[in-house]
Every structure is written in structure tokens, then in C-alpha cells.
């Protein structure tokens, strides 16, 4: 079955460092997705991302944060300089398109990221 | 106001009964999709269920079937006959086809204990 994977499944960094996660989305799907978890409390939507270019953004996707997609296959977040608060599980999914009320929205095993 | 309200921050059920999880959401958009999704203690978000908007039938899923009320804009998860692996948070959220993009919005979440 597809699957959306993601790199690393944890990654600790020093604050004010600069992280890039990674992202392998469904390989026909057209969406794709940023969403974050902070420990305890509920999924958060970052950022979606449709023909190479965001489409819409959270508040909490401020200009420490970037995404592209380099090379058709991969899909990263960059957080440029990290603070305490970045610390959280952060998720990439991807949806295939077509009808807006249809399909599932495939989400990758998450990576944590813990800033110290 | 919130999108998507989950009211039961946890609930309990004895192993082999039934138990429905509460979900009300708030849309003006006639194409929306409902999505619940089981986080377990390691993190992963797996996909349950979903229901879209234009749906005549409830959705049914092995023992999870979505309770869709459009009228009250609710939609609960019904597991049926449970059993202790379902022991996990339980998140409901919907997908808005807004501006042409499909933004995906969490409720808070619902912690399942399965008592044997």
C-alpha cells in the first residue's frame, strides 16, 4: 500500500539551529501538507502546498518557516532558526485532489523534533 | 468559533462493548469531507473513516462507522465491540474545499481508555 514517509523520525537540535524535515508524499497525489502536534495538544495545520507553490498558511507559519519541493519527490520544512516552542511532532500528508469531498488525506509516520 | 468540537476529552469503555465518540463541526461550505483519525501512544496518525459531505449512506469501516447527522453537523465515530488495542486519542476533522484549496482543521481530541 502507498505510503507517505517521512525523515527523520527524530531529530534534537540546539535553539536558534536551522532543521529541515523531510517528506516522500504519495507519488500521484497533488496536495501535500504541513501540520504540527505539540505534545498533549491537538494537530495544527501549518501550511498545504499545491502546484509548487503554498496555497494557504496558518498564522503559525511565520517567516521562520519555508517548504519546497526540490526535486518532484521530496517535500520539506524548513524551520530556519528554532525556538523552544518549535518542539513538537510535526506530520506531512498528502491528498490525491480531484472532487474536494472525496478521498482520504494520507499522513506520514511524523517526525519529532525537540529543541533544546 | 471553533470548526470542529470534540466535547469528551476521555472517555472509558469496557472491552467488547460499543462507544460512540462525539463530533459537531460548523461549515458554510456544501463540500466538506469528515475524517476520523486514531493517534496511539507512538504517534502515528492512522486514518479511520470518512464521510463526505455529498454522502447519502453513513460511512462504515470494519467495527468504526461515522454517525453522520447533517442537519445538527455531527458526526460521531461508533466503534463497535471494542477491544484493548483501540485504547488511543481519537481526532475528528474536517476538510473544507475553501478558495479552491482543502484545508484540513482538527478538533481537540478524545483519549479512549478500553478497560478489559
Request: aromatic share 12%; with cysteine.
Amino acid at each position: 500500500e502507498p505510503e507517505v514517509t517521512q525523515t527523520p523520525s527524530h531529530q534534537v537540535t540546539q535553539m536558534g539551529q536551522e532543521v529541515i524535515l523531510r517528506c516522500v508524499p504519495i507519488s500521484n497525489h497533488l496536495y501535500f501538507y504541513w501540520y504540527r502536534q505539540i505534545l498533549g495538544q491537538k494537530v495544527e495545520f501549518l501550511v498545504s502546498f499545491y502546484n509548487n507553490e503554498i496555497s494557504e498558511k496558518s498564522e503559525i507559519f511565520d517567516d521562520q518557516f519555508s517548504v519546497e519541493r526540490p526535486d518532484g519527490s521530496n517535500f520539506t520544512l524548513k524551520i530556519r532558526s528554532t525556538k523552544l516552542e518549535d518542539s513538537a511532532m510535526y506530520f506531512c500528508a498528502s491528498h490525491e485532489g480531484g472532487r474536494p469531498n472525496t478521498g482520504e488525506l494520507f499522513f506520514g509516520e511524523g517526525s519529532r523534533l525537540t529543541v533544546l | 468559533a471553533q470548526k470542529i468540537t470534540q466535547t469528551q476529552p476521555g472517555m472509558f469503555v469496557q472491552e467488547k462493548e460499543a462507544v460512540t465518540l462525539d463530533c459537531t463541526y460548523d461549515t458554510s461550505d456544501p463540500s466538506y469531507g469528515l475524517f476520523w483519525y486514531k493517534q496511539p501512544s507512538s504517534g502515528e496518525m492512522i486514518f479511520l473513516i470518512y464521510q463526505g459531505s455529498y454522502d447519502q449512506q453513513n460511512a462504515t469501516e470494519g467495527r468504526y462507522s461515522l454517525n453522520f447527522q447533517k442537519a445538527r453537523k455531527s458526526a460521531n465515530l461508533v466503534i463497535s465491540a471494542s477491544q484493548l488495542g483501540d485504547s488511543a486519542m481519537y481526532f475528528c476533522a474536517m476538510r473544507e474545499a475553501s478558495g479552491g484549496y482543502q484545508k484540513v482543521t482538527f478538533g481537540t481530541g478524545t483519549k479512549l481508555q478500553v478497560i478489559p
